[in-house]
């Protein structure tokens, strides 16, 4: 078994081997890695529900599309939002984000399993309808197109500088959903993942722990809408709509569930797919869609699954190998 420590150090490698490698690509590069970055935030947010709440959720786009919506409805209609005042637009979005989560847990948080995963499906919907339909402060279906990035002290248009803001974001927040994982708090989720039951016996209070993931994922769901909307330039119905909450599930479950570093894997490999493939078939969406069902088929824990998975089958065999053994001896 690989050490905690060893786990960390691999890690910080190679975040750092990141930081280092994409700034000396080319443009197309550097703006995939943080397109990358900003919606890994998000996916991570929703494996704090589904790997470690053991909650599935349909309905986390919901709280990127805040956070997006907000930052370009200050940027383009009140100027806000494009200097120093950025850092409030940030707190605002993952303010705007918790708040939307918070009224959305008080229905959700009620039901469990696949009735859970159909509410939050439904508000994810009624945040799509409002974007959709309310023209006159969305743009409706043309969106809203935000034609500069703040300054402050440091030029954002520059590519490689932006890179840097995202990733530093993408660090810290990777950073604090660790920290918050690795905490009695975050011990006490995994307890309700695998016997709520048995934690409501123990005396903990499973609704308000449930309650709280939720809001914490949706606030971290309000930073990823914030990054988003400046890293693609325009916020419109679609960053709301089902396939970008689908998208965000896939790719915790491609990358492995419960492991957060596994959502950020799954997110690189996913865009990666997405613009290489685009580029050699038109039906690029059905090999995406295979790699998807060969994964949850043979690979139900992710791509972080895989050493353990090769760590058990050694096992197996050099057990098997002992008892043919024995059973030699024996005879």
Request: hydrophobic share 55%.
């Amino acid at each position: 078994m690989v050490s905690q420590t060893t786990k960390i150090m691999i890690v910080v490698a190679a975040l750092a081997a990141l930081a280092i490698i994409v700034p000396n690509t080319n443009s197309f590069v550097i703006l995939l890695a943080t397109r990358a970055l900003a919606f890994a935030i998000l996916v991570m947010s929703l494996d704090i529900l589904l790997g470690y709440t053991g909650l599935a959720s349909l309905g986390q786009a919901a709280y990127l599309g805040v956070g997006a919506y907000m930052t370009a409805i200050l940027a383009t209609k009140y100027q806000f939002g494009l200097g120093y005042d950025f850092w409030l637009v940030v707190v605002f979005g993952i303010l705007g984000g918790a708040a939307l989560a918070a009224v959305f847990g008080l229905l959700a948080i009620r039901a469990s399993g696949t009735y859970f995963l159909m509410i939050t499906l439904a508000l994810g919907q009624c945040v799509w309808g409002l974007a959709y339909r309310w023209n006159s402060l969305t743009g409706g279906d043309n969106g809203i197109n935000l034609r500069q990035r703040p300054k402050f002290g440091i030029d954002l248009a520059n590519e490689v500088t932006f890179f840097y803001l995202v990733f530093a974001f993408f660090a810290v927040s990777l950073l604090a959903m660790y920290v918050l994982v690795r905490s009695p708090f975050g011990r006490s989720l995994t307890g309700i993942r695998e016997q709520e039951l048995r934690m409501k016996i123990l005396g903990y209070n499973t609704w308000l722990h449930k309650y709280i993931a939720f809001i914490i994922a949706g606030g971290f769901g309000g930073l990823s809408g914030v990054l988003w909307a400046h890293t693609a330039g325009i916020v419109s119905p679609e960053n709301v709509v089902l396939t970008t909450s689908v998208d965000a599930l896939l790719m915790a479950v491609l990358g492995g569930a419960g492991t957060l570093v596994g959502g950020v894997i799954g997110s690189f490999i996913v865009f990666g797919l997405r613009e290489y493939l685009s580029t050699l078939v038109p039906w690029w969406q059905y090999v995406l869609g295979g790699v998807y069902v060969l994964t949850i088929l043979y690979l139900p824990s992710g791509l972080m699954g895989i050493p353990e998975r090769i760590r058990q089958r050694r096992l197996a065999s050099s057990n098997k190998a002992a008892d043919s053994k024995k059973l030699a001896a024996a005879s």
